[in-house]
């Protein structure tokens, strides 16, 4: 067995390995030596061999997610730069989405600008900047992610970032308010957000908590996903990343996020 084709064997054995993880509901975990990403390169080719694995019955790349834009979260996982991660088309909901509890592990939510382009973003003109990039988004909306961080233990979470970015990120879907196509006019460095968890008041942010702007945040994800030879097409959304730390929900919460200029965005723990 050549070089590559021993690469391409554990990339395909880390991919499985999740795909059972996640089958047997066991939870987040460190993968067999053999197969556990040794470096950003191997944890995205075997981010992309899950996608393509679980493409049939989750759908096929609708957008991106960036994840880790705080300073806070990356001394936490003494991990100092964003990763990213894809969407898959059958995992984005409207909001007033009815969520069942028992399909997650350990449901988080995280509190986001989303924004769908009007423009294809092709790898070949790669590298953006954040003005070429805001002339190709055509709306914006409150968004929530649906993270499912499958009972991890924090205590060791900062050795087992890698793996984390293997697993999509811990994406398990996204949630998006109404579409605001008028958001020109708006300050997204100051803009502000509220969570709201069974009507009381849980926390607050702005833009600018969104590495200085939500639109840096997209730079930094439409040029990663570009230097990975990927096209993010007209149409897809692309999230920003999290302005309000991320919440913990539990059956029986209703969660109720609210951008100034931009609405609400809603979900129901069942």
């Not at 993968?31 to 990403?37: D, G, K, M, T």
């Not at 191997?42 to 957008?63: M, V």
């Not at 954040?130 to 988004?137: K, L, S, T, Y």
């Not at 087992?160 to 020109?184: E, P, Q, R």
Request: proline residues 4%; negative net charge; hydrophobic residues 40%.
């Amino acid at each position: 067995m050549s070089g590559d084709q021993r690469i391409d064997a554990r990339i395909d054995a880390a991919a499985n390995a999740l795909l059972q993880q996640h089958a047997r509901r066991e939870p987040f975990s460190r993968l067999r030596e053999h197969c556990a990403p040794r470096d950003a390169n191997d944890a995205y080719a075997i981010q992309e061999a899950f996608r393509k694995i679980r493409e049939p019955s989750l759908g096929p790349t609708a957008g991106y997610k960036v994840a880790l834009t705080s300073t806070v979260m990356q001394e936490m996982l003494q991990y100092f730069s964003p990763f990213a991660g894809p969407l898959h088309a059958n995992m984005i909901y409207a909001s007033g989405a009815n969520l069942d509890h028992t399909n997650y592990g350990r449901l988080c939510i995280e509190c986001e600008l989303a924004a769908v382009l009007g423009k294809d973003l092709l790898s070949k003109d790669a590298p953006f900047t954040r003005d070429q990039i805001a002339d190709a988004v055509k709306s914006l909306c409150p968004a929530l992610e649906l993270v499912d961080d499958r009972n991890a233990d924090y205590n060791d979470i900062s050795s087992l970032v890698l793996t984390l970015i293997a697993d999509n990120a811990w994406n398990t879907g996204i949630v998006l308010g109404s579409a605001v196509n008028d958001w020109h006019a708006l300050n997204l460095e100051t803009i502000h957000g509220t969570v709201r968890i069974n009507g009381e008041a849980e926390d607050e942010g702005y833009g600018r908590d969104v590495l200085g702007h939500p639109f840096e945040a997209l730079r930094w994800l439409v040029n990663t996903i570009a230097a990975q030879g990927k096209n993010i097409d007209k149409g897809m959304v692309v999230m920003t990343g999290t302005m309000i730390a991320t919440k913990f929900v539990q059956p029986g919460d209703e969660l109720v996020f609210t951008v100034d200029g931009l609405g609400t965005v809603k979900i129901d723990v069942r």
